[in-house]
C-alpha cells in the first residue's frame, strides 16, 4: 500500500471550471492545499485578524458591492493587503465586472485574478466538492474492488490466488467491476472510502491463460462502475489447517485502510469453493448487519437461552 502525492495548481482549477485569467497569469502554477473556500468580505471592510491566506477568495455581488462604497484609496489598500503569496488565487463570480484597482493589485502581486459567471453560492459548492476529492488523502491497493448488491467488496489476497478470477464469476453473475489488480482509494471529509481504477487500466480484467480482457467490450456498460465506496474487505488466503478459521462469525475482524476501519472476512480457499458465491453471501451477510441483524448473535443467544434452561430443569 503506498501513498500518493498529488499537486494541484490554480491551473487545473481554471481548465476545469473553465476560468477566466484577468491578472497574474505568472502565479497560475501556485499549489492549493485547503479544500475550505474563504469569502473576503470582512477583509474588504478592513478586519485582517486571522485572515486564512491559504484558501481561495471567492468575490461575490455582496463584497463587490460594499467594496464599490469605498474611496478609491482605501480600496486599493485593502485589496492590495489581501493579496498575499500564499492564496491560490482570488475569484470573482457571478459575472460581476473586477474593478481595475483589483486588476491591478493582483497583477503586481503575482496572485492569479480569475472570472466565473457561475452564482456565487454554486460556484463555491462545486469548488469545494472538487477540492474534497482531489485534496483527500490517497492510496493504491493491491486487489480488485467489486460492486456486490449495491456493496463496494475489496478483495485482497496474494497474486494468484484467485481475486480476479472471483471478479469474473462476479460479472457474469451480474454484478459489477470497478477496479482489478490496482486500486487507488481515497479518504472523503466524512471518513469514506472511495476507490476507482487507474485510467491506463479502466475497465480491464486480467485473467492468466486468457490476458488482459475488456469487461464493458465484452459485457456491456452495466457490468462496470467508475468509482464505488468500499463497505467491506475480503481477503483471500490459502486453507491452512492447522490454522483455525472462525466458524460463527462472532468475531469481527477489522483492517485499516489510511485512517479508516473497515470490516474484514477472511476466507480460505481450497478445491470445491465456489469463492464467487461466497462473496454475494458475505455481501447480503453485511447489508443484513447494517439492518440491526447478525444470524452469529442471535445463534449464541438462542445457546445461552438454551444452556439457562438445562440448567433450570437439572436444579427442578
Not at 75 to 93: G, L, N, W
Not at 104 to 123: C, D, Q, W, Y
Not at 138 to 162: D, N, P, Q
Request: glycine content about 8%; some cysteine; hydrophobic content about 45%.
Amino acid at each position: 500500500m503506498a501513498l500518493d502525492e498529488r499537486k494541484l495548481t490554480t491551473r487545473h482549477l481554471v481548465e476545469r471550471f473553465k476560468l477566466n485569467v484577468l491578472a497574474g497569469e505568472r502565479g497560475l502554477e501556485r499549489p492549493i492545499t485547503v479544500s475550505e473556500i474563504y469569502r473576503p468580505g470582512l477583509a474588504i471592510a478592513g478586519y485582517f485578524a486571522y485572515h486564512p491566506v491559504r484558501r481561495i477568495q471567492v468575490i461575490g455581488k455582496t463584497e463587490m458591492s460594499f467594496a464599490q462604497d469605498l474611496s478609491p484609496e482605501v480600496r486599493r489598500y485593502r485589496f492590495s493587503k489581501f493579496m498575499h503569496e500564499d492564496t491560490p488565487c482570488v475569484i470573482v463570480a457571478h459575472g460581476v465586472n473586477a474593478p481595475d484597482d483589483l486588476v491591478r493589485e493582483a497583477e503586481a502581486h503575482g496572485v492569479p485574478l480569475l472570472e466565473s459567471n457561475i452564482t456565487t453560492t454554486k460556484l463555491i459548492s462545486e469548488l469545494t466538492n472538487f477540492l474534497e476529492m482531489e485534496l483527500a488523502p490517497r492510496t493504491t491497493m493491491h486487489g480488485v474492488l467489486v460492486e456486490v448488491y449495491g456493496i463496494g467488496i475489496l478483495l485482497t489476497g496474494t497474486s494468484g490466488i484467485g481475486k480476479s478470477e472471483t471478479a469474473l464469476e462476479l460479472i457474469k453473475r451480474g454484478h459489477r467491476l470497478v477496479a482489478d489488480d490496482a486500486v487507488e482509494i481515497l479518504q472523503t471529509s466524512q471518513g469514506e472510502l472511495i476507490g476507482e481504477a487507474p485510467a491506463i487500466i479502466e475497465n480491464l480484467l486480467e485473467i492468466r491463460g486468457l490476458g488482459i480482457l475488456n469487461v464493458m467490450a465484452l459485457f456491456g456498460a452495466g457490468a462496470i462502475r467508475l468509482r464505488k465506496k468500499i463497505s467491506l474487505v475480503v481477503r483471500l488466503e490459502y486453507w491452512d489447517s492447522r490454522k483455525n478459521y472462525d466458524r460463527l462469525g462472532l468475531d469481527e475482524a477489522r483492517i485499516r485502510v489510511l485512517d479508516t476501519d473497515l470490516p474484514l472476512v477472511v476466507i480460505p480457499v481450497r478445491p470445491g469453493r465456489n469463492l464467487a458465491v461466497i462473496v454475494e453471501v458475505a455481501a447480503m451477510h453485511h447489508r443484513l448487519k447494517l439492518m440491526g441483524y447478525n444470524a452469529a448473535q442471535q445463534f449464541a443467544d438462542r445457546l445461552d437461552r438454551a444452556l439457562v434452561r438445562q440448567v433450570d430443569e437439572a436444579y427442578d
